[in-house]
Nanobody, 114 residues
């Protein structure tokens, strides 16, 4: 199974931007859809963005228009550009397949606070 390492999180003020990166241990060529998930304390893990191998994207309504997901099948990476960040975006962010999960990584913490 493929394993993932997330990076790029940190502390940012409301309205700021961050770019998250996900590096896969193996090829993601055969993973039809990859996604970014997030989990806030005391809440379930939710899918916020999805991208197919052909580049078709979907977003949760809470992030649509602010976040952009991308993938590079040759480099086995998935990215999430986050703009206009809000305090409610605070969570641990993970990447994984959509519809078929591999092992979960440690995630990367995003904290939006003034």
């Amino acid at each position: 199974q493929v394993q993932f390492v997330e990076s790029g999180g940190g502390l940012v003020q409301p309205g700021g931007s961050l770019r998250l990166s996900c590096a896969a241990s193996g090829s993601i060529f055969d993973i039809y859809a990859m996604g970014w998930y997030r989990q806030a304390p005391g809440k379930q893990r939710d899918l916020v963005a999805r991208i197919t191998s052909g580049g078709i994207t979907n977003y949760a309504s809470s992030v649509r228009g602010r976040f952009t997901i991308s993938r590079d099948n040759a480099k086995n990476t998935v990215s999430l550009q986050m703009n206009s960040l809000k305090p409610e975006d605070t969570a641990v962010y993970y990447c994984n397949g959509v519809g078929a999960w591999h092992y979960w990584g440690q995630g990367t913490q995003v904290t939006v606070s003034s």
